[in-house]
């Protein structure tokens, strides 16, 4: 998944999402993503995650796990939340 993740910030929220490599894309049952110590599944390869700090740089891990529940090869990204607006 390494550089086949994509992300857009939308204010205070990330959109991510990825391409799974073909040869493990039908093995796959879901991904976890880790971030901030915290550890949450989805069934699809996008997801929106929330409530960042502006100005600080995050690290977000994207897991394959497969029918069997082992792990497939994940990707660590890195990204820094912007400003936020408030009026």
Not at 48 to 66: G, L, R
Request: charged share 30%.
């Amino acid at each position: 998944l390494d550089n086949r993740i994509q992300y857009e910030t939308q204010g205070e929220a990330v959109i991510i999402s990825w391409t799974p490599y073909e040869e493990e894309e039908a093995c796959i049952e879901y991904y976890e993503i880790n971030f901030n110590d915290q550890t949450f599944k989805v069934e699809e390869n996008r997801t929106t995650i929330n409530d960042f700090a502006p100005c600080m740089t995050y690290e977000i891990e994207v897991i394959p796990v497969s029918h069997k529940g082992n792990n497939g090869k994940s990707a660590i990204f890195e990204f820094t939340s912007k400003e936020f607006r408030r009026f």
